[in-house]
């Protein structure tokens, strides 16, 4: 009850069928603990996983407030799953691209909004994009050792195109769902601003032709911090 089948596999899920899961903790939690045995291939919970199943229960219920929050204020009675963890691609400037999307739902008639869930630092120029700081962010995206790039600007903008060329045409929202921010913030909801979104554009095609430029050579980042999770760094010398 509250989950509904619509037209092209899509999912509505109701402000009264998340309500009810409000009432669930217990089972909610049986089915976190049984999540984390099934990958600790373990029959028990003991010590610190204890803790980190209370911890994740209480961000599945703070999500759910959040979302009904969410649905509140945009006057709706529940919102349309388009997709979780969906994979897209797309050909872009001659390469190819792939991401899988956490989460894409619909509030609204003429509008699909893409989700991401952050357990890490989100910055204000990651999601709060307008014409104001367009340009000024993807400079920030594609800018030489760059220590403070806005790295989930650019995710959000790759998730974008990607919908754009497989065929969405409603009107894109990008969402950022923070466990840092979930207990003391609302939801972070903005527009795709199309300004940014031509910047990256016209940004990440002339990043394409360098890379594909064999009189242009490899270089190393002088940010030495950014080596310490490099793929390549056992070959790269440094």
């Not at 969410?70 to 691609?89: H, P, Q, R, T, W």
């Not at 962010?137 to 650019?154: E, S």
Request: glycine share 10%.
């Amino acid at each position: 009850q509250g989950m509904e089948s619509g037209s092209g596999g899509r999912r509505k899920v109701t402000r009264e069928y998340l309500a009810s899961w409000l009432g669930r903790e217990p089972e909610i939690m049986r089915k976190v603990r049984s999540l984390i045995c099934s990958q600790l291939k373990t029959t028990e919970i003991v010590g610190r996983n204890l803790v980190v199943a209370d911890v994740i229960v209480r961000y599945v219920m703070k999500t759910i407030e959040r979302d009904i929050e969410l649905l509140d204020a945009n006057c709706s009675d529940g919102f349309d799953v388009i997709g979780m963890e969906k994979e897209y691609s797309a050909e872009f400037h001659g390469f190819r691209f792939k991401g899988y999307i956490d989460r894409i739902d619909s509030l609204a008639p003429g509008q699909v909004r893409v989700n991401d869930y952050k357990t890490g630092k989100v910055m204000d120029n990651d999601i709060f994009i307008d014409d104001g700081n367009a340009e000024e962010v993807a400079a920030a995206v594609f800018g030489d050792d760059n220590a403070g790039r806005p790295k989930i600007a650019l995710q959000f903008f790759v998730y974008d195109m990607l919908l754009r060329k497989n065929g969405f045409r409603e009107k894109i929202l990008n969402s950022v769902y923070r466990t840092s921010g979930l207990f003391s913030g609302g939801i972070e909801v903005r527009p795709l601003n199309e300004k940014f979104y031509g910047a990256m554009e016209a940004g990440l095609s002339d990043l394409l032709d360098e890379l594909a430029d064999i009189d242009v050579p490899f270089r190393r980042t002088e940010d030495a911090g950014m080596c310490e999770y490099c793929d390549f760094k056992k070959i790269c010398g440094r």
